[in-house]
């Protein structure tokens, strides 16, 4: 398996702490407003009433969906960094040394003297559908002057998650920081609700720094207003050198601006679809990373990645793939 040692990738999003719980559909409907499987940014008391009136058993990982796309990309051999906020406190320490022990480099992370490391409360129904509620926390008190060009010094490529477009300074400066030093740039659009309260500063983003993007059925739909493939496609052709929509178990589609592939979903028995789409980046950008010309076949086998990555992490509770189907992946990849 190549680790190709020129090439280093840099994501940047909230550092999460997610605590999975699974329920049921009747405890959503009675104790969660909005709609079941999507996310809500909400204050820790909020959170902290949830977990009040849950009876199972409590999951603590470390979460965040570029950090789990670093994740993965660092156990298959990537040189990965990342940049994100947190609390010099218990969870904050928990996180930090878990991205050290897997071989991030963690010099970029900034620390809150203010504010404690942020969460997310993802509740998992018996359909292996999320409702997630997160409290950001230190993660959302990133400011222009934490960030710097020597945070980026020595990448070749970013990878931002579509959470950080709460914070639209932060993210310009992000992305023209980047550019100024050409990495290429990947977004993932994270969630139709992040979509919906971006979409005055999306376009100009995707057109100006983004060079993939990857989305799904939902958020897609919610950016160009249909629910037509061929519609959401067009609504992004010219935008990005590649779009990745993802569909599920109807697989993606993959687009560029000379060719267009489907590729094919693996199906398992899903338990658990957290970290699906965190995961399906990172077996796409693995490809990316080691060829940078995704045409014909290699435009394939990068989904073909994904959908591998994907399949492995919806079999467990969480979004981090057991150390012994690690061995199993790079074999295949390889």
């Known amino acids: 398996m190549p680790n190709n040692k020129k090439e280093k990738i840099l994501g940047v999003g909230s550092p999460i702490v997610d605590i999975l719980v699974s329920t049921t559909d009747s405890f959503i409907a009675e104790?969660?407003?909005?709609?079941?499987?999507?996310?809500?940014?909400?204050?820790?008391?909020?959170?902290?009433?949830?977990?009040?009136?849950?009876?199972?058993?409590?999951?603590i990982v470390p979460g965040g969906s570029a950090a789990n796309t670093i994740?993965?990309?660092s156990k298959l051999g990537i040189s990965t960094g990342f940049l994100g906020?947190?609390?010099?406190?218990?969870?904050?320490?928990?996180?930090?040394?878990h991205y050290r022990e897997i071989g991030c480099d963690i010099s970029r992370f900034k620390i809150s003297e203010e504010v404690e490391t942020g969460r997310c409360l993802?509740?998992?129904?018996?359909?292996?559908?999320?409702?997630?509620?997160?409290?950001?926390?230190?993660?959302?008190?990133?400011?222009?002057?934490?960030?710097?060009i020597d945070d980026f010094k020595g990448y070749t490529h970013l990878h931002i998650?579509?959470?950080?477009?709460?914070?639209?300074?932060?993210?310009?400066?992000?992305?023209?920081?980047?550019?100024?030093?050409?990495?290429?740039?990947?977004?993932?659009?994270?969630?139709?609700?992040?979509v919906k309260l971006n979409m005055e500063i999306l376009p100009e983003l995707l057109k100006s720094y983004i060079d993939i993007?990857?989305?799904?059925?939902?958020?897609?739909?919610?950016?160009?207003?249909s629910n037509d493939p061929k519609d959401i496609l067009s609504a992004l052709d010219g935008i990005c050198d590649?779009?990745?929509?993802?569909?599920?178990?109807?697989?993606?589609?993959?687009?560029t601006s000379t060719e267009q592939v489907c590729i094919k979903a693996e199906i398992v028995d899903a338990v658990d679809t957290t970290g699906a789409g965190?995961?399906?980046?990172?077996?796409?950008?693995?490809?990316?990373?080691?060829?940078?010309?995704?045409?014909?076949?290699?435009?394939?086998?990068?989904?073909?990645?994904?959908?591998?990555?994907?399949a492995e992490i919806v079999k467990i509770k969480g979004a981090s793939i057991p150390e012994d189907r690690w061995d199993y992946i790079r074999s295949k990849l390889n």
């Open 31 to 59: 104790n969660i407003s909005g709609d079941k499987g999507g996310m809500e940014l909400v204050d820790i008391t909020v959170i902290n009433s949830i977990l009040s009136k849950i009876t199972s058993e409590e999951k």
């Open 85 to 97: 906020k947190i609390a010099d406190d218990k969870l904050g320490r928990f996180y930090k040394e």
């Open 242 to 255: 590649i779009v990745a929509l993802k569909l599920g178990k109807a697989g993606s589609i993959i687009k």
């Open 122 to 148: 993802s509740l998992v129904t018996p359909d292996s559908e999320r409702t997630m509620r997160t409290f950001l926390g230190a993660a959302a008190t990133i400011r222009l002057e934490d960030i710097s």
């Open 161 to 194: 998650e579509g959470y950080m477009l709460h914070n639209h300074a932060v993210v310009k400066k992000v992305l023209k920081l980047a550019k100024s030093l050409s990495l290429t740039v990947s977004l993932d659009l994270a969630s139709f609700e992040v």
């Open 213 to 225: 993007v990857f989305c799904n059925e939902d958020e897609a739909m919610q950016y160009c207003d």
């Open 278 to 310: 965190d995961l399906w980046q990172a077996g796409f950008l693995y490809e990316y990373i080691n060829s940078r010309q995704l045409s014909g076949k290699l435009l394939e086998k990068a989904g073909g990645f994904g959908s591998l990555l994907g």
């Open 71 to 73: 994740e993965a990309l």
